[in-house]
């Protein structure tokens, strides 16, 4: 029995390796082929909304994002996140972090009771994304990117526990009145905490927007759906979020904008019920 499992270990850890490996070749390969032309062109839009994701700027946001829990009990989450995104190498990538902080109540047995009441510091994540091919007759691009998820919480239960990497590819593709921006993400863990789970994780986001005609406000949707292998379970997490340049209130606030985006979450093993999230942004400062 221990020499299975011994073997057994070692065969994870392999597959693990694997993994990385093609990830680092995709995104070796990603560099060779990225270009600076579309976000150039893109640039020159002056585009300040911040919901175009191939236009590279230096951007800024803070968000705050309540979430409700499905749990047998009460159960609540608070986030606040603070994000940098800037363009690196002659435009040609963009670089993203994000730090958070968590706050988590839950009762998981509904027995009246707090099983986690933990506030503090959340796990960071950073991403590095190219447009690799594009087609300016067309109104389309192909873009892509590596993810990567660092163990960072102050406490167990406010993070995964995990250090992970999620190779990402999308399509954008450029309409009159926004844009339509499927994506595919693959997650996997590459080191976990003692008696924490791997993450093995297909995402699938259905991104669409539509921009008023006076480019002063929009309406963006993102439904997500989550195959976790790992657990062998599915839901889906459904985005809407509604924004407002700033300027249509105070003309020297270009490029400043908030947004409200509520969401609900669908399926029997949906970890939230539904959040509400209230951001604000700067870009190209």
Not at 50 to 76: A, I, K, M, Y
Not at 229 to 234: F, G, H, K, L
């Amino acid at each position: 029995m221990s020499i299975r499992c011994f073997n057994g270990a070692l065969v994870m850890k392999y597959i693990s390796k694997i993994k990385i490996q093609i990830t680092l070749i995709g995104f070796i390969s990603l560099a060779a082929l990225s270009t600076n032309g579309f976000a150039e062109e893109q640039g020159k839009q002056e585009d300040k909304t911040g919901t175009n994701p191939v236009n590279f700027q230096r951007e800024f946001r803070v968000n705050n994002e309540h979430l409700w829990l499905n749990t047998s009990g009460d159960g609540s989450q608070n986030v606040v996140t603070a994000e940098f995104r800037t363009p690196i190498l002659d435009g040609k990538w963009q670089w993203r972090v994000r730090a958070r902080h968590n706050s988590l109540t839950a009762d998981f047995n509904n027995d009246g009771i707090d099983d986690v009441d933990e506030s503090g510091a959340g796990d960071m994540d950073m991403r590095f994304l190219t447009v690799f091919n594009l087609n300016m007759a067309r109104k389309e691009a192909w873009a892509g990117g590596l993810e990567m998820f660092f163990d960072t919480a102050s406490e167990d239960a406010l993070g995964s526990g995990t250090t992970a990497l999620g190779p990402q590819v999308f399509y954008v593709k450029f309409l009159p009145t926004g844009l339509f921006a499927p994506g595919l993400q693959y997650k996997f863990s590459v080191d976990e905490d003692d008696g924490r789970s791997e993450i093995d994780q297909v995402l699938i986001d259905l991104n669409y927007l539509r921009m008023a005609k006076d480019k002063q406000s929009w309406f963006f949707t993102d439904p997500q759906i989550v195959i976790d292998n790992e657990t062998d379970i599915e839901f889906s997490v459904i985005d809407l979020e509604f924004g407002w340049m700033m300027t249509k209130w105070w003309a020297d606030k270009k490029g400043q904008s908030f947004y409200i985006r509520p969401s609900i979450g669908v399926g029997a093993d949906r970890p939230t019920d539904g959040s509400i999230e209230v951001g604000y942004k700067v870009v190209g400062w």
